[in-house]
């Protein structure tokens, strides 16, 4: 059996684990230790790997179902291709500073967690290195969990229990108009989530909002956003929070239940190429736990009386 060790990303949060090489089969016997560690810190890096897109998706696989956003838009017979998050098009050219792509990458650089605007939100993001940039391009987390536990009483109080709409439109209308009018970030209906996850292994709760959070319940869009910012912003200060900066080789796993992320700018003119795979959360992962019933219209299950039913 391989020897593996750990050492703390940050102090609150996150490991580096070397002596293992994710690409050997002689390492699925580890496999539950490494989940282990996922359920434990949050986040895992894993330096100096070697993995294609298969081994990239046996990897995903022991963390639950391949999330595959695109099967609807694919041509009979095109198979499934793991994602790129990248700024290189299929030419070998880079896309420019304002093009809509760029826009789009430029949104990945607003604090989320992925997927919470799909109808199955995503449990992991496993990201791995391909391309790097000479400065910037670092991927950031922040640790709801350790954030919620060190939040002040009253501004926890605010969000307990409420659920929060999301949908991907949100996050693109941020960057540009334009972008958020994409059929791309139209597909899906509103998703509506309990505001905290609990894990269901450890029982550690975490804050569960992300940049496509729309409305939080019994509060109008106005102070839905001005609560949702407040506690992006306290999750989000520098103890919570590690930084990535990209070696080719890197991968770099985190538990979207309990850490949001975003994108740093780099020199456009510079390739940055990631693959990213997210797996898709399950029951065993506290899915139905955050489930809340969709209201037709977003708004809070309670609503506050209307002139009508008071009247009626
Ligand atoms: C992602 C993402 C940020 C980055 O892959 O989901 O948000 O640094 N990436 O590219
Ligand atoms: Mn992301």
């Not at 699925?28 to 949050?42: M, N, T, V």
């Not at 896309?95 to 995503?122: E, G, I, K, R, Y």
């Not at 450890?202 to 956003?225: F, K, M, P, T, W």
Request: glycine letters at 6%; aromatic letters at 8%.
């Amino acid at each position: 059996m391989q020897a593996f060790h750990t050492r703390p990303l940050t102090p609150r949060f996150g490991v580096e684990v070397s002596g293992l090489d994710l690409g050997d089969p002689a390492t699925d016997a580890l496999f539950p230790h490494i989940r282990a560690l996922f359920e434990e810190h949050s986040a895992l890096l894993f330096r100096n790997q070697t993995l294609d897109d298969t081994r990239h998706m046996a990897l995903a696989q022991r963390f639950g179902p391949i999330e595959d956003r695109n099967a609807d838009e694919r041509k009979p017979g095109e198979g499934f291709t793991v994602p790129r998050v990248s700024n290189v098009r299929e030419d070998g050219s880079v896309t420019q500073a304002m093009d809509l792509h760029t826009l789009h990458l430029q949104a990945n650089m607003l604090w989320h967690a992925d997927s919470t605007f799909l109808p199955v939100p995503a449990l992991t993001n496993i990201l791995i290195a391909r391309v790097v940039t000479t400065e910037g391009g670092a991927t950031e987390l922040a640790s709801t969990r350790a954030a919620w536990a060190e939040m002040p009483e009253a501004l926890r109080a605010r969000i307990r229990g409420r659920g929060i709409t999301h949908h991907y439109a949100q996050s693109r209308a941020r960057i540009s108009p334009e972008l958020a009018q994409l059929p791309m970030f139209n597909k899906w209906p509103e998703t509506r989530w309990n505001s905290v996850w609990t894990n269901p292994v450890n029982g550690r709760e975490a804050l569960y909002i992300a940049s496509h959070a729309r409305q939080v319940d019994g509060l109008d869009a106005e102070d839905s956003r001005a609560l949702l910012d407040e506690l992006s912003d306290f999750c989000t200060q520098p103890r919570f929070v590690y930084a990535h900066r990209w070696q080719v080789g890197d991968v770099l796993i985190w538990d979207q239940r309990a850490v949001m992320h975003r994108g740093t700018p780099w020199p456009y003119d510079q390739p940055r190429t990631l693959s990213s795979l997210c797996t898709s959360a399950t029951p065993a992962d506290g899915l139905d736990s955050i489930r809340m019933p969709a209201t037709p219209d977003g708004q809070s299950q309670q609503p506050e009386k209307t002139d009508m039913e008071v009247s009626s």
